[in-house]
């Protein structure tokens, strides 16, 4: 039987594209650049410093004829969203800091577009390190770099000027992504429900590795200083308290730093447990941070199972060879915000 879900006919002479369109109305737009790659060296006599970044603009406002009625008056090109991003990496005295960097770009652009209400700017910032060079193996070398991990540092940056473009705000999440961990004891999974579709053995020691994607958002909206200056390319950077949003420490090492000890000192009973534990110490160690998520990926090391050959590698006390099992994979999120 044929079902009673068909559409109807399309008669002779007629063409989808010559409706009236009347069947629905947009309810939101967002477009811009994706993927602007940035390398940005600063030059300090001697001293260099590198920045590289992954860049994405978006915008929001008064574009709704450019969808309805084929009208690109309205549209910033998005090649000139990436020229912008160029022309500001130059010009901008925070481009070594990603989140005033952000909000430097979203600042401009709502500024200097009068239809544009809102920028979503987002920073990916790759690692790149000093080499360490000297006897005592702790001086930085002055313009040698090298990329020692493959985590990736986040911002992003909505700035908002819907009420008005000398009434901005803007809000700030920032995270680390792919920051790939393993311990080898000292974590446990054990009294969780069995029933008919269990397999899974208890075990009281087991290796646990997991890619860490962090994000945590700081207090805010803050307000931002519209630019001055004709040309809208000014930015003042406004005062806030001490481990918030303008800290880069909080990005640059606490965060990290914070994640890792936990992950490496906690007795772990379970993802879910540790997790908790993590975005607690963070919320203590940074009071300018509102609300913190993690999503942690279980990454399997599977015992090889050698009892074919006599050799005992299953029991933990045993187990030293594992097989990296990379899918399926449990998969452990949550949100902690601050009381």
């Known amino acids: 039987m044929l079902s009673r879900n068909v559409l109807p006919p399309i008669s002779v002479g007629h063409s989808l594209l010559s409706s009236t369109m009347s069947s629905g109305s947009l309810t939101s737009a967002r477009y811009g650049k994706d993927k602007v790659r940035v390398l940005r060296v600063v030059r300090k006599e001697n001293v260099h410093h590198v920045v590289e970044y992954n860049v994405q603009v978006l915008l929001e406002g008064d574009l709704d004829v450019s969808y309805t009625q084929a009208d690109n008056t309205v549209v910033v090109a998005t090649d000139s969203m990436k020229n912008i991003v160029y022309y500001m990496a130059k010009t901008s005295p925070y481009v070594l800091s990603p989140t005033k960097f952000a909000t430097h770009i979203g600042t401009f652009l709502v500024s200097k577009y009068a239809h544009i209400h809102k920028a979503f700017i987002t920073v990916e910032q790759l690692r790149w390190?000093?080499?360490?060079?000297?006897?005592?193996?702790?001086?930085?070398?002055d313009h040698s770099f090298l990329r020692d991990g493959d985590e990736k540092k986040f911002v992003k940056v909505e700035v908002d000027a819907t009420k008005g473009k000398n009434t901005l705000t803007a809000s700030v999440t920032a995270g680390v992504t792919d920051l790939l961990v393993l311990k080898t004891t000292n974590s446990s999974f054990e009294k969780f429900i069995r029933d008919e579709f269990t397999t899974?053995?208890?075990?009281?020691?087991r290796i646990f590795s997991t890619s860490v994607d962090l994000s945590f958002t700081f207090d805010g909206p803050i307000a931002i200083p519209p630019p001055k200056n004709g040309d809208k390319l000014d930015f003042e950077v406004p005062a806030v308290k001490d481990g918030g949003v303008w800290d880069d420490q909080v990005l640059e090492s606490i965060a990290s730093k914070v994640t890792l000890e936990v992950f490496a000192e906690d007795n772990s009973a379970s993802v879910q447990a540790t997790l908790y534990k993590m975005a607690q110490a963070l919320l203590d160690r940074a009071p300018g941070i509102r609300a913190v998520s993690y999503a942690l990926p279980n990454k399997h090391y599977i015992p090889v199972d050698m009892s074919y050959i006599g050799v005992s590698n299953l029991k933990p006390s045993d187990a030293e060879v594992f097989m990296p099992v990379a899918a399926p994979s449990g998969l452990i999120t949550a949100t902690v915000t601050r009381n």
């Open 129 to 141: 390190s000093r080499i360490v060079v000297g006897q005592d193996g702790k001086q930085g070398h």
């Open 200 to 205: 899974l053995p208890e075990v009281d020691d």
